[in-house]
């Protein structure tokens, strides 16, 4: 069964901190594997990375693949209190015509002032 | 700027009452998907569609119905609401062009609420 697992569920930093998220995958058919952040409204996206893309950066946040342990990491450094959110990983997964997204159940990130 | 455009924001439904939710998109893409997302949960695939062909995930309620008139829109229909279904509905798209990966964008999401 395909399935994308996210840890730590949760985590409770301090401004200026550092912090790494994490996600696993299983899936048949992999295509690509995309965050997001999450807070009191719909997931806005954040970054997507492929075979071909396997690394990116934003400002404070990054983002890696690593295709051969299939999981992903994403990074916050000098975390803001605005960082705090549901941060979701999402695999798109499908062949023949037909894709989907799996997410894994999200890494709720607290940044205390 | 909207590009995926949901309404209502927030829906009131009594037990059973049918509802429609509704989706809208400006991006022109070709594939439109239905989640469903309670409280600290992930959002749960409902159904898709590429272009017109309908996919629905196995563990979809009966209950929960689509139609895609057009590429623009989509719709949810949720005949006999229960209070199970009580969810934030989110609407998403992306363009599906030959074999290349895909970003998924969302819209705003509906609130329903069932009494």
């Known amino acids: 069964e395909d399935k994308v697992v996210q840890s730590p569920l949760s985590l409770v930093v301090h401004e200026g901190d550092t912090v790494t998220l994490n996600c696993s995958y299983e899936?048949?058919?992999?295509?690509?594997l995309l965050w997001y952040k999450q807070e009191k409204k719909a997931p806005t996206f954040l970054f997507m990375l492929?075979?071909?893309?396997i690394e990116k950066k934003s400002g404070r946040l990054s983002s890696i693949l690593d295709k051969k342990e299939l999981s992903s990491i994403l990074n916050i450094t000098a975390t803001q209190t605005g960082d705090s959110a549901i941060y979701l990983c999402?695999?798109?997964?499908?062949?023949?015509?037909?894709?989907?997204?799996?997410f894994g159940t999200g890494t709720r990130l607290k940044v205390l002032a | 700027d909207a590009m995926v455009i949901q309404n209502p924001r927030y829906q009131v439904t009594q037990f059973g009452k049918p509802v429609t939710l509704s989706c809208s998109q400006t991006?022109?893409?070709?594939?439109m998907y239905w989640y469903q997302q309670k409280s600290s949960q992930a959002p749960k695939l409902l159904f898709h569609?590429?272009?017109?062909?309908?996919?629905n995930e196995a563990d979809t309620p009966d209950n929960f119905q689509s139609r895609r008139p057009n590429t623009s829109f989509c719709f949810l229909d949720i005949r006999s609401p229960g209070l199970g279904d009580a969810a934030m509905y989110l609407c998403?798209?992306?363009?599906?062009?030959?074999?290349?990966?895909?970003?998924?964008?969302f819209g705003p999401g509906t609130r329903l609420t069932v009494l």
């Open positions: 998403a798209t992306s363009r599906l062009v030959g074999l290349g990966a895909n970003t998924q964008y």
């Open positions: 899936v048949t058919n992999f295509r690509s």
């Open positions: 492929t075979s071909s893309g």
């Open positions: 999402a695999v798109e997964e499908g062949s023949s015509g037909t894709y989907k997204y799996i």
């Open positions: 991006l022109n893409h070709n594939v």
């Open positions: 569609y590429y272009d017109k062909d309908f996919n």
